[in-house]
T-cell receptor, first 115, second 113 residues
Framework: AQTVTQSQPEMSVQEAETVTLSCTYDTSESNYYLFWYKQPPSRQMILVIRQEAYKQQNATENRFSVNFQKAAKSFSLKISDSQLGDTAMYFC????????????FGGGTRLMVKP | ETGVTQSPTHLIKTRGQQVTLRCSSQSGHNTVSWYQQALGQGPQFIFQYYREEENGRGNFPPRFSGLQFPNYSSELNVNALELDDSALYLCANSFNRGADTQYFGPGTRLTVL
């Protein structure tokens, strides 16, 4: 079975500072994607960033970047210049292309950005 | 905004009743996946439909069933509701059996009393 683990239930950061959220996963598959989704209080699950496992280069989207360590099965999210609007639940998720194409989510990290 | 809509936004049912939840499809997204998110947890995969046929199922009992229509919109039906069915139900659209990014709707909050 595929598993995704987020070891930080809650984190806080001051506005304009940088924060890193951790995620580890377990799989024997070689063909997969990894995602970070953001879920604000409005409940909508919003895609933050995506990484294809075959790509060595870490994905970047504006203030959001990942540190993908394939051998260690680690996929952390770095948020730079944190903004109040970044306050939300963040979920790490995996999609294994030979295992039904379902997303497997971690338990989430609640991030609070403080002014 | 992902362009995916769900209805209703929230509803309240009692144990033993049946419920139908609906999900629209963005143009061209031929795959829909449904997830259940209990309070304080990550979403759990229920099932996926591709071109009107079930394409995978998670660890949910048969009283959870679904449909996908020719326009790729979808329904989730739950029979014989139990208290533990209280959750946020999310649908996600994607291409090609979900083997790519999945875009979520805003969810339906179901409360079972």
């Amino acid at each position: 079975a595929q598993t995704v683990t987020q070891s930080q239930p809650e984190m806080s950061v001051q506005e304009a500072e940088t924060v890193t959220l951790s995620c580890t996963y377990d799989t024997s598959e070689s063909n997969y994607y990894l995602f970070w989704y953001k879920q604000p209080p409005s409940r909508q699950m919003i895609l933050v960033i995506r990484q294809e496992a075959y790509k060595q280069q870490n994905a970047t989207e504006n203030r959001f970047s990942v540190n993908f360590q394939k051998a260690a099965k680690s996929f952390s999210l770095k948020i730079s210049d944190s903004q109040l609007g970044d306050t939300a639940m963040y979920f790490c998720a995996s999609l294994f292309k030979n295992a039904g194409n379902m997303l497997t989510f971690g338990g989430g990290t609640r991030l609070m950005v403080k002014p | 905004e992902t362009g995916v809509t769900q209805s209703p936004t929230h509803l309240i049912k009692t144990r033993g009743q049946q419920v139908t939840l609906r999900c629209s499809s963005q143009s061209g997204h031929n795959t829909v996946s449904w997830y259940q998110q209990a309070l304080g947890q990550g979403p759990q995969f229920i099932f996926q439909y591709y071109r009107e046929e079930e394409n995978g199922r998670g660890n949910f009992p048969p009283r959870f069933s679904g449909l996908q229509f020719p326009n790729y919109s979808s329904e989730l039906n739950v029979n014989a509701l139990e208290l533990d069915d209280s959750a946020l139900y999310l649908c996600a659209n994607s291409f090609n059996r979900g083997a790519d990014t999945q875009y979520f709707g805003p969810g339906t909050r179901l409360t079972v009393l």
